[in-house]
């Protein structure tokens, strides 16, 4: 089983700053790797998949980055909608399994 | 329009049964593998399992082996949850996705592109 770790835990950013966030795999997931957008009381939304390829409708401000067992996500200039729960997940012939959430929240 | 429909909250004592399910439509539900996905409260998202309703393929989580059973139903374009025995920390809400496929560079990547709103389930004596 792929254990997916993620730092920061918290990420306190002023609106219109950048964030960055990290993922890490225990083992190579080549780039099979997407990551999410969490708020409260909403269902999880697909930001990127395949490490770096943005999903529909999601804005440029967006990148993902990394292959292996590296990986980052980051917001270019973080907007109020931005600040929520963001998960990386791993996906490979039938097993997944996702980080434990990097929470960015307003400084 | 794409979606996935998940039936109601859920208050159930321990050691009952329950099933919850998840319609989908606007799509070709049979050849789009389905997840399960489970959030505790205050916690993060776990992989639970996921579902092939062509043929019912089913792969689950190690740590969701025998706990749960995942099926479904290509005649109603549905997919089910279900536990023979409750216990409290089943306690969470429980998502469906769609697990759609991505064709790049000679590769699929995967991601979860179309989710439930969720299914509160509440396991207490």
């Known amino acids: 089983e792929v254990v997916m770790t993620q730092s920061p835990a918290t990420l306190s950013v002023s609106p219109g700053e950048r964030a960055t966030l990290s993922c890490r795999a225990s083992?190579?997931?080549?780039?099979?790797l997407a990551w999410y957008q969490h708020k409260p009381g909403q269902a999880p939304r697909l930001l990127i998949y395949g490490a770096s390829t943005r999903a529909t409708g999601i804005p440029a401000r967006f990148s993902g980055s990394g292959s292996g067992t590296e990986f980052t996500l980051t917001i270019s200039s973080l907007q109020s909608e931005d600040f929520a729960v963001y998960y990386c997940q791993q996906y490979n012939n039938g097993d997944g399994s996702f980080g434990p959430g990097t929470k960015v929240d307003i400084k | 329009e794409v979606q996935l429909v998940q039936s109601g909250g859920e208050v159930r004592k321990p050691g009952d049964s329950l099933k919850i399910s998840c319609t989908g439509s606007g799509y070709s539900f049979t050849n789009n593998w389905v997840a399960w996905v489970r959030q505790l409260p205050g916690k993060g998202l776990e992989w639970m399992g996921i579902i092939y309703p062509g043929d019912s393929d089913t792969r689950y989580s190690p740590s969701f082996q025998g706990q749960v059973t995942i099926s479904a139903d290509k005649s109603i374009t549905t997919a089910y949850l279900q536990w023979s025995s409750l216990k409290a920390s089943d306690t969470a809400i429980y998502y469906c996705a769609r697990l759609s496929g991505y064709y790049v560079s000679g590769t699929y990547y995967y991601g979860l592109d179309v989710w439930g709103l969720g299914t509160t389930v509440t396991v207490s004596s």
């Open positions: 083992q190579s997931v080549r780039s099979k």
